[in-house]
């Protein structure tokens, strides 16, 4: 900082005497933001709270522009690359995230050493890389092999465009201090001891920031178990094995859980035991910087994986506490099952009534509770991106689990150096029950799958997701219509002037078009298709279970398998998502604001939060298509069912 005092930040997270390995600096990395631009900019400061839209609107209704203005904006509240990508849309020229200690050290709990907790000098450090499409910025769509042609670095389109850097709360506090401008709103304010002032300046801050852009190699290990009986089905596991620095939340306790899984298979396999599927274990590397190593892998070998793979079962942080499972619905009741088998280490009820209790205990209303207390299993939330099995889901059209126990963790220290094995042992799963919980839940879907008769999906959970994806998309129009009449009616009546403290002016929203209605009749008789195939299924299914029959025979379960195989790629669109390509899967996607979380039905969803209805109304017939498509495979695989069964009469 230049104005109006001096200050350095430390840019740097000093060693905790009793913790040793905060002071193995050889290898740490620095505290930095991946793919953040080089530059070097000199400008006053502006506080924009999470840096989301919705902020910026905030601060136009304050009259505060960022145009030429370096932002500080503190973590949370969605993926830290939105921070940069919307503070360089509305003019900024650099950006700052830090960790305030309200969401994120010591209004959660004792700081560390004393505690878990993230302290003053804690830093986050973490990728930027712009959302069009996750991996290597110089391969969009192809593996980075040696050979693969690469696009020069100025025509990569996912690297950020201005400087971004990390800091912690106490680089943050004098920079924060000397705002001054609007009191922040109250939503906005942090847990520092200061009254949050927006700005900009008299604060005027120096921001260099110069990145090594070499190409290095990344390095993804994997293990295959090739299987007896269905060898050319494949079932993959995966968790990465890069990390920030010591890593061992993020990602060592969901590695070494998935390494103790490989273990005690190639034990099993040594006294005999081999899986009819083969199973392939995949330790993923460059997966902080950009999901690198299992982009490039799964763009590499695109072709086979589509042929072959079955299942991709993702891990990555483990804590202790509840099991919490996202992922495609035809996989809900099949990994409810296997939820219902493991136990939890500490009440020692099953890990599946643990989760399904403490859903019903979060759960938003009552509503939602009642519908919960019908269901007998976990109900998967949809995933987006942010871990490994993105290209596993998004663009190659895979059927994927994300699986790890967590909440009940009395600390974090996300992709910080303090984020080690003494900190992990005293304050996350002090003794590794959860690690072997982990181990026992994932290691028991594995085994369960491989060796499965037919590849054990079910669709109606699925179709009763896809149907409250229409639903909410409509209910998401609904609620924009009523919210914009209402504002243009307040404008009309002059509420926001008469509101307003006359000296201290804000500015008025802008009027807003109020939305068309739009046509979703074409997704919804999609769906009703859906829904009519997923419960021929089923019914296929449970009758066969019913009659206790003899097991399908070879020549019946390889068209099944076949078939069900094929499903999950129908929901794949070869052109992808309209604005994103590289997304080809039009039901479950993230979006391109959000960052890691879900934005199902993406194609039409993203229109529609940018406000171009036309253009979301235009999307509804391709969305329809697909979830047509996959309904005539479901219909398919059950006719197969079908045709087995009547054979035995
Ligand atoms: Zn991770």
């Known amino acids: 900082m230049l104005q109006p005092t001096a200050f350095r930040a430390r840019l740097q997270e000093p060693a905790i005497p009793s913790d040793p390995t905060t002071s193995q600096t050889s290898e740490q990395l620095p505290t930095y933001n991946a793919y953040s631009a080089d530059g070097d900019v000199t400008a006053p400061l502006v506080y924009v709270n999470y840096g989301n839209r919705e902020d910026y609107e905030q601060l136009d209704r304050l009259g505060i522009s960022v145009k030429g203005a370096i932002v500080i904006a503190r973590y949370g509240h969605g993926w830290r690359g939105v921070k940069p990508k919307v503070a360089a849309e509305h003019g900024a020229v650099g950006c700052i995230i830090y960790s305030d200690p309200k969401g994120d050290g010591y209004f959660e709990g004792d700081a560390y050493p004393a505690g878990g907790w993230r302290p003053a000098t804690g830093v986050q450090r973490g990728s930027v890389m712009d959302t069009d499409y996750p991996g290597d910025p110089l391969t969009p769509g192809v593996g980075a092999t040696a050979n693969a042609k690469r696009l020069p670095l100025k025509e990569a389109k996912t690297l950020m465009v201005i400087p971004v850097l990390p800091i912690s709360y106490a680089d943050a506090l004098p920079l924060l201090s000397a705002l001054q401008g609007p009191v922040a709103p109250e939503s906005w304010r942090g847990a520092l001891a200061i009254t949050y002032h927006v700005g900009p300046g008299p604060a005027v801050v120096h921001l260099q920031v110069?990145?090594?852009?070499?190409?290095?190699?990344?390095?993804?290990?994997?293990?295959?178990?090739?299987?007896?009986?269905?060898?050319?089905?494949?079932?993959?596991?995966?968790?990465?094995?890069?990390?920030?620095?010591?890593?061992?939340?993020?990602?060592?306790?969901?590695?070494?859980?998935?390494?103790?899984?490989?273990?005690?298979?190639?034990?099993?396999?040594?006294?005999?035991?081999?899986?009819?599927?083969?199973?392939?274990?995949?330790?993923?590397?460059?997966?902080?910087?950009?999901?690198?190593?299992?982009?490039?892998?799964?763009?590499?070998?695109?072709?086979?994986?589509?042929?072959?793979?079955?299942?991709?079962?993702?891990?990555?942080?483990?804590?202790?506490?509840?099991?919490?499972?996202?992922?495609?619905?035809?996989?809900?009741?099949?990994?409810?099952?296997?939820?219902?088998?493991?136990?939890?280490?500490?009440?020692?009820?099953?890990?599946?009534?643990?989760?399904?209790?403490?859903?019903?205990?979060?759960?938003?209303?009552?509503?939602?509770?009642?519908?919960?207390?019908?269901?007998?299993?976990?109900?998967?939330?949809?995933?987006?991106?942010?871990?490994?099995?993105?290209?596993?889901?998004?663009?190659?059209?895979?059927?994927?689990?994300?699986?790890?126990?967590?909440?009940?963790?009395?600390?974090?220290?996300?992709?910080?150096?303090?984020?080690?094995?003494?900190?992990?042992?005293?304050?996350?799963?002090?003794?590794?029950?959860?690690?072997?919980?982990?181990?026992?839940?994932?290691?028991?879907?594995?085994?369960?799958?491989?060796?499965?008769?037919?590849?054990?999906?079910?669709?109606?959970?699925?179709?009763?997701?896809?149907?409250?994806?229409?639903?909410?998309?409509?209910?998401?129009?609904?609620?924009?219509?009523?919210?914009?009449?209402?504002?243009?009616?307040?404008?009309?009546?002059?509420?926001?002037?008469?509101?307003?403290?006359?000296?201290?002016?804000?500015?008025?929203?802008?009027?807003?078009?109020?939305?068309?209605?739009?046509?979703f009749a074409p997704m919804k008789n999609a769906i009703v298709s859906l829904k009519k195939s997923a419960d021929r299924f089923s019914k296929a299914l449970a009758n066969y279970q019913a009659e206790g029959s003899p097991p399908l025979r070879a020549q019946e379960l390889a068209p099944l398998n076949a078939d069900l195989l094929r499903v999950s790629r129908l929901f794949l669109n070869q052109k992808g998502l309209p604005e994103r390509p590289w997304f080809k899967n039009q039901i479950y996607a993230p979006g391109a604001y959000t960052g890691y979380g879900a934005k199902p039905v993406a194609a039409v969803r993203e229109f529609m939060d940018e406000k171009k209805w036309t253009e979301a109304e235009a999307q509804v017939p391709q969305v329809s298509q697909v979830i047509e498509n996959a309904a005539a495979g479901i219909d398919k695989a059950a006719q197969d069912f079908e045709r087995a069964m009547a054979g035995r009469h």
Not at 262 to 278: F, S, Y
Not at 350 to 358: A, F, G, I, P, T
Not at 380 to 389: P, Q, T, V, Y
Not at 475 to 483: A, I, N, P, S, V
């Open 210 to 519: 110069s990145s090594n852009w070499d190409i290095k190699p990344v390095y993804d290990v994997i293990a295959t178990l090739r299987g007896s009986k269905d060898a050319g089905q494949w079932v993959i596991r995966g968790n990465h094995h890069d990390a920030w620095v010591n890593g061992a939340d993020d990602p060592v306790a969901g590695q070494a859980a998935m390494l103790e899984e490989a273990r005690m298979m190639g034990e099993l396999h040594r006294q005999g035991w081999t899986p009819a599927r083969t199973v392939i274990y995949c330790a993923w590397d460059g997966e902080e910087p950009g999901l690198l190593g299992s982009v490039e892998g799964v763009e590499t070998h695109l072709d086979e994986l589509q042929k072959h793979a079955a299942i991709y079962v993702n891990s990555d942080t483990n804590e202790r506490g509840f099991l919490s499972a996202g992922g495609t619905q035809d996989l809900q009741n099949f990994i409810s099952g296997v939820a219902q088998a493991v136990q939890d280490p500490e009440t020692h009820m099953s890990v599946y009534q643990r989760s399904h209790l403490h859903s019903i205990s979060v759960a938003k209303n009552a509503e939602e509770r009642s519908d919960l207390r019908k269901r007998h299993d976990i109900v998967l939330e949809a995933l987006g991106d942010g871990s490994d099995f993105t290209a596993f889901q998004d663009h190659a059209g895979i059927s994927t689990l994300d699986l790890g126990f967590g909440d009940e963790d009395d600390g974090s220290q996300y992709h910080s150096i303090y984020d080690d094995f003494h900190w992990y042992t005293q304050f996350v799963d002090t003794d590794f029950a959860y690690g072997r919980a982990l181990s026992q839940t994932a290691g028991t879907a594995i085994m369960r799958f491989a060796d499965a008769d037919w590849v054990p999906v079910d669709y109606s959970p699925q179709a009763q997701a896809i149907e409250k994806y229409e639903a909410d998309l409509e209910k998401l129009l609904k609620d924009k219509q009523d919210e914009f009449a209402e504002r243009n009616l307040e404008l009309q009546e002059g509420v926001f002037k008469a509101t307003e403290d006359p000296r201290r002016p804000t500015v008025p929203p802008p009027a807003e078009q109020v939305p068309p209605y739009m046509n």
